[in-house]
């Protein structure tokens, strides 16, 4: 059984509503881990962030890029919605249907909250001149219109999925907050105007595909609960792209932490049982921003060809480091985490030598294990490495713990020991079947 509690009893219980978040800077393998954990869930919900994701799911010989859909969408009986804090590009989304649809994957099952946020064209012209703007300061976005999206929900003139399916409501909307953002895009960036009754037109048309799959999303998770059914709630992003508690301000624009569920949803905290972190067994960042473990030089390229580490979104490669224990330790605090997962431990295989960082140290000497709270803190630290003895062999045909060679183990167990926190899944391969659970 997968990463259980004790009850006061001493009894052991099926957890019913668990969350998988990334602990890193994003693409550690959560599609994977919740296509795995699916299996298992009644419902699955997304609660954050929007196609700035890329979640892979492969499953006997097929691969699926998720941007959007929850990754438990691949099983037909399990109920797979979209949360209130996320946030929708509807071209995006009904694009995304389609295509799955033509590979034979169901809809019955789909559910957007209609409090959720649209994404609309002057969104992503927006991300595209502010980062044009910042020059070389830029943060690296997805230009998918995430940060401006968001920007218009906190400002209070956003426009909603509800608005989008009500065609008179859309038209008002869309015309009061398109106008002001026409201005902005071309008083403040000199760019070019969006035609805002042809986006009307066109995005009505996606309200009336939409339509039927708005429903709320808080009050069916919470049934759900109540009826003692299986939630996963699924992560997008991760926690070092926290708006808060990530390398601000090279982040993402929502909370990928584990409590941004709860907002994200608009279930308690008391409905969640278990929290589990995905990692990498090194670190990626795509984007711009601190990675005090990057590897510049041939062995990071070797962990980029090996892992096949470019983008899901936007096919960017992919900057390639040691394992950070700080920042893993970082995510175990923020996120409550109850247990961590391990992908890509097969990517390692060839290296003589692994690194772990355990601790950082600043430029007056002084050594400090928890992750700076700025990047002005962060400045100019360096990590304290521990190293390890490489593999060679081929573990990608592993299936329990103990078939892993000796030096993957205690790999293994070195970084539970340092990020104080259960080990309960090895990732050894993409496909669900390459999976290690302990
Ligand atoms: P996500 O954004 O966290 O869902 O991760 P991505 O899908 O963007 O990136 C993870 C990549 O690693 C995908 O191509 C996965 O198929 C792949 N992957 C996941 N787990 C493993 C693993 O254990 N080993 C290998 N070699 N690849 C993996
Ligand atoms: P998944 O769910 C990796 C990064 C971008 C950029 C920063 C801000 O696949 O792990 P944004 O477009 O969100 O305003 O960009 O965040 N980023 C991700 N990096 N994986 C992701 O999602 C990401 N989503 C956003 O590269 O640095
Ligand atoms: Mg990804």
Same mark, same amino acid.
């Given at each position: ?13 099926? =957890? ?26 009644? +419902? ?19 691969v ?16 797979? =919605? ?30 957007i909250?209609p #409090?959720a ?6 969104h992503?012209? *927006?991300d ?8 070389? =300061? ?12 968001? =920007? ?9 999925? !509800? ?11 869309? #015309?009061?907050?398109? $106008? ?9 960036f ?19 595909? %939409? ?15 109540k ?12 926690? %070092? ?9 090279? +982040? ?16 308690? &905290? ?24 990057? %590897? ?19 096919? #960017? &490669? ?18 409550? *985490?109850?247990? %961590? +997962?391990?992908?890509? *431990?097969?990517?390692?295989?060839? *290296? ?7 601790? !950082? ?9 928890d992750?700076p ?13 521990e ?6 062999d081929?573990i990608? $045909? ?10 993957? $183990?205690?790999?293994? $167990? ?12 090895i990732?050894?391969?993409?496909? #669900?079947?390459?999976q290690?659970?302990?």
């Amino acid at each position: 059984m997968l990463c259980t509690r004790g009850t006061k009893q001493g009894m052991i219980k099926n =957890m019913a509503a668990n969350i998988v978040i990334g602990t890193q800077w994003g693409d550690e393998g959560k599609g994977k881990v919740i296509d795995i954990l699916a299996s298992r869930a009644d +419902v699955v919900v997304r609660s954050q962030g929007g196609n700035n994701a890329g979640h892979t799911v492969a499953s006997g010989g097929e691969v699926y890029k998720l941007h959007l859909i929850p990754s438990g969408i691949l099983y037909k009986d399990t109920l797979c =919605m979209i949360g209130a804090g996320v946030v929708v590009d509807p071209k995006v989304i009904l694009e995304e249907i389609d295509g799955l649809s033509s590979r034979g994957v169901t809809f019955d099952n789909f559910k957007i909250d209609p #409090r959720a946020h649209v994404i609309m064209p002057w969104h992503i012209i *927006l991300d595209g001149l502010s980062e044009k703007f910042r020059g070389n =300061m830029d943060i690296g976005t997805t230009k998918r219109g995430i940060g401006p999206c968001y =920007m218009d929900k906190y400002e209070r003139s956003g426009i909603r999925i !509800y608005d989008l399916v009500h065609p008179d409501i859309f038209a008002e909307k869309a #015309r009061a907050t398109g $106008k002001l953002r026409n201005s902005i895009i071309t008083n403040v960036f000199g760019g070019e105007a969006v035609d805002i009754e042809a986006v009307i037109k066109e995005y009505t048309e996606y309200g009336k595909r %939409l339509a039927k799959y708005v429903d709320d999303v808080s009050v069916l998770t919470y049934e759900a609960n109540k009826a003692g059914k299986e939630i996963l709630f699924e992560g997008a992003q991760a926690t %070092l792209l926290d708006i808060d508690f990530g390398t601000y301000p090279y +982040v993402t624009s929502s909370h990928p932490i584990s409590a941004g569920v709860c907002i994200g949803t608009g279930v308690g &905290p008391t409905v969640i049982d278990k929290v589990y972190g995905v990692a990498k067994a090194y670190t990626t960042r795509v984007g711009k921003g601190p990675f005090p473990t990057e %590897l510049d030089n041939e062995t990071g390229d070797y962990i980029r060809n090996n892992g096949g580490e470019f983008g899901t979104t936007t096919g #960017r &490669p992919r900057r390639t480091g040691w394992f950070d224990a700080v920042i893993v330790r970082h995510a175990v605090r923020v996120n409550g *985490l109850n247990c %961590l +997962v391990v992908n890509k *431990l097969d990517t390692l295989a060839g *290296l003589d030598t692994l690194k772990i960082c355990v601790a !950082y140290k600043k430029p007056d000497g002084t050594v400090v294990k928890d992750f700076p709270a700025t990047l002005e803190e962060l400045e100019g630290c360096e990590p304290v490495y521990e190293e390890h003895p490489g593999f060679k062999d081929d573990i990608s $045909k592993c299936r329990s713990f103990d078939e892993l060679p000796e030096i993957c $183990k205690s790999y293994i $167990k070195r970084l539970e020991e340092l990020c104080e926190c259960k080990i309960a899944m090895i990732g050894v391969g993409p496909d #669900r079947e390459q999976q290690i659970e302990r």
